[in-house]
């Protein structure tokens, strides 16, 4: 080495030159061509048939086994007949005894006194008083509904002056073309003589003392009964000496509370589903209007 070299060159100096490539090896053998050279495989074969080989063949068939029934009567559980019911009854525990039974619960009458909802002698109309809330005001009256003949004029069923009438002839279907006149029925003459109710010539007068039963005896004339006047008085609704008009004062009922506002028959229909929701006052009087009758034969 040079005066000055270094411990790198003193190595590559030890190595030496990189020596020639040598030749490619040869190809090794698949496990395909070794189970044919082994005599594994005939000559030939192919991947499936190593796979299949590589695999094994199926083991024998287990034999099978008993059923829970065989084995109860195997083991005793049940007799030798014993059935399905059997080996269910002899799994079954016995039943267990039966528990005491529950104290009586309170009343509603009971728990609405406890609780002081109402007094301690307080009856069962006492308890629903309590229970039922106060009345509630009335409603406001509600704005009235337009007649029919207003609507009808509205939606131009009729012009703006139409009247009922007109009303009516436009919600009218045409006339239907007149049906043939029917064969003539029997007289009730010609049904009593056939039916034998009376003789083959009989007359009218004939008929009718055959409809006509015997008369009957008289009844005994009733007591007389006493008047609404005299049974008001009787039953204390007004006093001895009370009048026809006392009496009339004390069954007139007081006036009832004005009823909520109905509904108008738009929303009727709409709540029985002849109309969808949504519907108008046209839809209502196109509805009630229907197609034409067909004609009569």
């Not at 399905?84 to 039943?95: R, S, V, Y």
């Not at 005894?97 to 009856?123: H, M, N, W, Y």
């Not at 337009?146 to 045409?174: C, H, Q, V, Y």
């Amino acid at each position: 080495l040079p005066a000055g070299a270094t411990l790198t060159d003193l190595m590559a100096y030890l190595k030496g030159t990189d020596g020639a490539d040598g030749t490619d090896g040869a190809d090794g053998k698949s496990a395909l061509e070794l189970a044919i050279e082994a005599n594994l495989l005939p000559a030939g074969a192919t991947l499936t048939d190593l796979m299949a080989y590589l695999k094994g063949t199926d083991g024998a068939d287990g034999t099978d086994g008993k059923s829970a029934l065989e084995l109860a009567r195997e083991i005793g559980l049940i007799g030798p007949e014993g059935t399905i019911t059997d080996m269910f009854n002899a799994l079954k525990g016995a039943d267990g005894v039966d528990g005491a039974d529950g104290t009586d619960g309170k009343s509603a009458l009971d728990l609405a006194r406890e609780i002081g909802l109402i007094g301690p002698e307080g009856t069962i109309t006492d308890m629903f008083n309590a229970l039922k809330g106060a009345d509630g005001t009335d409603g406001v009256d509600g704005t009235d509904g337009k007649s029919a003949l207003e609507l009808a004029r509205e939606i131009g069923l009729i012009g703006p002056e139409g009247t009922i009438t007109d009303m009516f002839n436009a919600l009218k279907g045409a006339d239907g073309v007149d049906g043939a006149d029917g064969t003539d029925g029997k007289s009730a003459l010609e049904l009593a003589r056939e039916i034998g109710l009376i003789g083959p010539e009989g007359t009218i007068t004939d008929m009718f003392n055959a409809l006509k039963g015997a008369d009957g005896v008289d009844g005994a004339d009733g007591t007389d009964g006493k008047s609404a006047l005299d049974l008001a008085r009787e039953i204390g609704l007004i006093g001895p000496e009370g009048t026809i008009t006392d009496m009339f004062n004390a069954l007139k009922g007081a006036d009832g509370a004005d009823g909520a506002d109905g509904k108008s028959a738009l929303e009727l229909a709409i709540e029985a589903n002849l109309l969808p929701a949504g519907a108008t006052l046209t839809d209502l009087m196109a509805y009630l209007k229907g197609t034409d009758g067909a004609d009569g034969t």
